[in-house]
């Protein structure tokens, strides 16, 4: 099978695997514990897609599949397991029932921070390690060690007076938590508006590993910040809303488009125009799927209230079920299974990841 009918294909059969997994899992366990989990996952398989691109750990890399898939999968969910308890010990203060709304914030956050060091930083300077093993292993540390500082920019006076509320867990910071994570989101949406003009021209022209990261990643969050000023300054948008109506969803189509087509659609166009039509079909294809889960969600999860007064739960379904279940699940079938069995291994092929227009620089 070959793109861009590869692509369709797959995403459809991941998304419908998702909508059971869901359903299966329930709105409880989907939208606390499962999530989160999952979540603690996605920084591992960045760094086995994108970073090591598919070629480590080597005794995994060389295994058929879908041995090698399945035996990412164990290494993904252990990580997943070890990253899901420290944040729940330290940012959530081991408190019983679900994760708290600061565990889980800087989780999210920590998926931007890997993407960023991975595709805008090329995983420097972790890159300079020789060992490309122990490389990747020191990127997926580092980025958590990062997302730490950031989470001490956060503050979540807005959850005062909620009974999981207490000054043990409030880091204090200057920042709401949720202009905090809708920003970063947003400008991991704008990151991935530029890699659809040939990988993230004209940022990728800059040859200096450290200055490239610099300048790509400063204009990545000013445009973010400018972009979620107009959504909920100007049209007044709620930021949880803003986040799962604007930014997610092209965002979401984007990694349809670069990743699970590989950029096939506007392969043949010029890389300007490829580019132009590349951003609106994602924004299209984002609106699309949002809107498609939305009137899903209640087929699998039932009734959920939106907007302030039902505590956004309706905007945290969405966005959990698009980049919470969704998208790591065709992560794990991209790079974990390189699309095994719709793409057929070549007997004397070494793992190679599956076709995508989102690598490091």
């Known amino acids: 099978m070959k793109q861009p009918l590869l692509g369709i294909t797959a995403t459809i059969g991941i998304m419908v695997i998702s909508f059971a997994t869901i359903f299966a899992l329930g709105p409880e366990l989907f939208m606390n514990w499962a999530s989160f989990a999952l979540m603690g996952a996605i920084p591992f398989a960045i760094v086995v897609g994108a970073f090591w691109q598919g070629r480590e750990p080597s005794a995994i890399a060389?295994?058929?599949?879908?041995?090698?898939?399945?035996?990412?999968?164990?290494?993904?969910?252990?990580?997943?397991?070890?990253?899901?308890?420290?944040?729940?010990?330290?940012?959530?203060?081991?408190?019983?029932?679900?994760?708290?709304?600061?565990?889980?914030?800087?989780?999210?956050?920590?998926?931007?921070?890997?993407?960023?060091?991975?595709?805008?930083?090329?995983?420097?300077?972790?890159?300079?390690?020789?060992?490309?093993?122990?490389?990747?292993?020191?990127?997926?540390?580092?980025a958590y060690v990062i997302n730490a500082l950031i989470f001490q920019l956060m503050n979540f006076s807005f959850a005062a007076g909620a009974p999981f509320y207490s000054d043990a867990l409030e880091p204090g910071g200057p920042i709401s938590a949720w202009t905090v994570v809708v920003v970063m989101v947003t400008a991991l949406s704008f990151m991935f508006l530029t890699l659809h003009f040939q990988g993230g021209k004209p940022f990728t022209n800059i040859k200096s590993d450290p200055l490239r990261g610099i300048v790509w990643t400063l204009t990545s969050f000013v445009v973010g910040y400018l972009v979620f000023l107009l959504g909920t300054q100007v049209f007044g948008m709620e930021a949880p809303t803003f986040m799962v109506?604007?930014?997610?969803?092209?965002?979401?189509?984007?990694?349809?488009?670069?990743?699970?087509?590989?950029?096939?659609?506007?392969?043949?166009?010029?890389?300007?125009?490829?580019?132009?039509?590349?951003?609106?079909?994602?924004?299209?294809?984002?609106?699309?799927?949002?809107?498609?889960?939305?009137?899903?969600?209640?087929?699998?999860?039932?009734?959920?209230?939106?907007?302030?007064?039902?505590?956004?739960?309706?905007?945290?379904?969405?966005?959990?079920?698009?980049?919470?279940?969704?998208?790591?699940?065709?992560?794990?079938?991209?790079?974990?299974?390189?699309?095994?069995?719709?793409?057929?291994?070549?007997?004397?092929?070494q793992a190679e990841p599956a076709a995508s227009a989102v690598e490091p620089v």
């Open 245 to 349: 109506q604007v930014s997610i969803p092209f965002l979401f189509g984007s990694i349809v488009m670069l990743n699970m087509l590989g950029g096939s659609v506007t392969a043949k166009m010029s890389p300007v125009v490829g580019g132009i039509v590349s951003v609106i079909l994602a924004a299209i294809v984002g609106k699309l799927l949002a809107f498609g889960y939305s009137a899903l969600m209640p087929l699998v999860s039932g009734d959920i209230p939106a907007g302030p007064a039902g505590d956004f739960a309706a905007e945290l379904w969405l966005a959990n079920a698009l980049l919470a279940v969704t998208f790591p699940f065709l992560a794990f079938f991209g790079d974990f299974f390189g699309m095994w069995p719709l793409v057929k291994e070549k007997a004397d092929a």
């Open 62 to 142: 060389k295994l058929a599949q879908p041995a090698r898939g399945l035996a990412y999968l164990v290494l993904a969910a252990i990580v997943a397991a070890i990253v899901s308890v420290i944040h729940w010990a330290t940012r959530g203060g081991a408190l019983e029932g679900n994760p708290v709304p600061m565990a889980v914030m800087t989780i999210i956050t920590s998926v931007v921070t890997t993407f960023f060091l991975v595709i805008v930083w090329g995983g420097w300077p972790f890159s300079l390690i020789r060992n490309k093993l122990v490389a990747g292993l020191a990127l997926l540390v580092g």
